[in-house]
């Protein structure tokens, strides 16, 4: 009894241990948050009167702040010391958290979900570069997994404990739960986390970079979350296309003539870190979609509760939760390029079992592709931040950490986007060949109708049969896409990403260009200088 409580007890020995875990529990806050939310929203509504863009807004306004501000985070982390950004990070997501559970309208509600993005966008790379910094290349595998692991495992919690605090108490509780957690997470880290920051450079913000980064990718994000509510060609998405390419196109001119850039591109130039960044935009494209409309199948469609497909989602979940630290092991021992091809491939296979789906399709159907993807996510998710932290020098961990989470918030947005215009435009015409007798507008009611899935009030029997025959239609195909993208990101992930991949050493810069098919032979051979 007594040795175990001195193996408890911080020490040199397993202060990293300890780091890890205040980290997964900034992690676990996180990742909550993004799935009570979407639980709580009919409560939300009813509490507040908010209208339905509130409601849209709600979710929003977090996505569009976590993801602009994640590379602005990550840097500012190396710059100015990580555990310092990451604290920061925690007490304004705890206070915005409270905040909006205090919140007397809508607006407000709003206004402090954008600043909790905010806090989350600092405490997201931080996590991740902090457990570079604090484990060897030989253990960051391990860590890793087990940092994924606890991802997933809030993802899963989130709808099923959402739904209960929700019922059982208020939707203000699943905002008021963050303050414990935070507290937690801020006791451990001041004890057991080291300050680290990027020593190579001086204390000097890229203020043009992050002007110019901000406005491109909030363009971007903006346009591709109202795509479908306000029609691809019109006026302010075009306009918003129009201040994205701008934007980024100005951000890489400012970036190439600064001394001290925010991203430094020959990040890039190591290919594994390329194809780890291009793999966290798939496997996000794919995931996020699948989620996000077969939610809308099963409670549309064959009418679960919001509990109940939730609950039916944790096969997934459950598998990434055990497999993940198995894999990030594993990426220590073999490397992770046969790792993630292999995850890539079992996405691949479970979206393609998914877009098999019927209208009258049971939850037996559903359940192999659950289990299957659960199985792919986990062999991608901790490889994948492996290689890419381990393909850049330590002191630039926050920005590298910012950037691979952009990747993966901006393809899961995409995914959804770019998903949700297939199923609207083949689903369009699919309702054209079942009514074609029946009036224009009525046509164009349905076809409005099949972004949510098909809710429908006061049409006939044969009306919502068509709507949702030509939603599962346009699924099936839009799943199949989902399926061929995950095909491509495994052949690309065999192509870009080294066998074995080593940390450079500290005082380097990013590493130069490494064959796909040969292990890092030497810091020399693989790193330039700042």
Not at 61 to 73: D, I, N
Request: hydrophobic share 55%; net charge positive; glycine share 10%.
């Amino acid at each position: 009894m007594t040795e175990r409580i001195r193996a408890l007890q911080m020490n040199e020995d397993n202060r990293r241990w300890w780091a890890l875990g205040a980290m997964c529990f900034a992690l676990f806050m996180i990742m909550l948050d993004n799935t009570v939310v979407n639980v709580a929203l009919p409560s939300i509504q009813r509490g507040l009167h908010a209208s339905t863009a509130s409601l849209e807004w709600t979710v929003n306004a977090y996505t569009l702040s976590f993801a602009v501000l994640l590379v602005t985070g990550g840097r500012l982390g190396d710059l100015f010391g990580r555990r310092r950004v990451f604290l920061a990070g925690v007490v304004i997501f705890a206070c915005s958290s409270g905040a909006i559970g205090f919140s007397p309208s809508d607006t407000w509600l709003v206004a402090w979900r954008a600043v909790q993005g905010a806090g989350a966008a600092l405490m997201m790379p931080a996590t991740l570069s902090i457990i570079t910094n604090a484990f060897p290349a030989a253990e960051r595998g391990k860590a890793i997994g087990t940092w994924a692991g606890v991802s997933a495992m809030a993802l899963a919690i989130g709808p099923v404990f959402g739904g209960f605090l929700v019922q059982s108490v208020s939707w203000q509780s699943i905002f008021f739960l963050n303050l414990p957690v935070a507290a937690g997470a801020v006791l451990i880290t001041l004890f057991a986390v080291r300050e680290s920051r990027d020593e190579t450079v001086a204390r000097t913000v890229d203020v043009p970079g992050v002007l110019t980064l901000t406005i491109g990718l909030a363009a971007l994000v903006l346009a591709l979350v109202e795509g479908n509510a306000w029609h691809w060609t019109s006026a302010r998405e075009i306009a918003l296309y129009v201040i994205a390419v701008v934007g980024l196109t100005s951000f890489a001119v400012v970036e190439l003539r600064r001394r001290v850039p925010m991203v430094d591109f020959s990040f890039f130039r190591a290919r594994t870190f390329l194809g780890a960044n291009i793999v966290a935009f798939i496997v996000s494209f794919a995931m996020l979609a699948m989620f996000f409309f077969l939610a809308l199948y099963m409670q549309n469609i064959r009418h679960y509760s919001p509990l109940q497909a939730g609950v039916r989602f944790l096969p997934s979940t459950v598998m990434i939760v055990f497999i993940a630290p198995i894999a990030g092991r594993l990426a220590d021992r073999i490397g992770p390029r046969p790792l993630m091809t292999f995850g890539l491939l079992a996405v691949s296979g479970a979206l393609f079992w998914q877009s098999q789906l019927t209208v009258s399709s049971g939850y037996g159907t559903l359940l192999p592709g659950f289990v299957l993807m659960g199985i792919g996510m986990a062999f991608v998710m901790s490889p994948m931040s492996t290689a890419a932290m381990n393909s850049v020098d330590q002191a630039k961990a926050g920005v590298a950490s910012g950037i691979l989470s952009m990747s993966r918030m901006v393809g899961g947005t995409f995914g959804v986007a770019v998903l949700g215009a297939l199923v609207s435009t083949l689903g369009r015409s699919k309702i054209d060949q079942l009514l074609p007798g029946a009036p224009a507008a009525a046509r164009e009611r349905l076809a409005g109708s099949l972004g949510s899935g098909g809710v429908l009030h006061g049409v006939s029997a044969q009306a919502v049969d068509a709507s949702q025959r030509a939603f599962v239609y346009a699924l099936q195909y839009g799943l199949r896409l989902g399926a061929a993208v995950a095909l491509v990101g495994a052949l690309l992930a065999w192509t870009l990403v080294a066998r074995r991949t080593a940390a450079p050493a500290a005082g380097h810069g990013a590493a130069q260009p490494e064959t796909a098919h040969s292990p890092v032979r030497s810091h020399e051979a693989e790193t330039v200088q700042v």
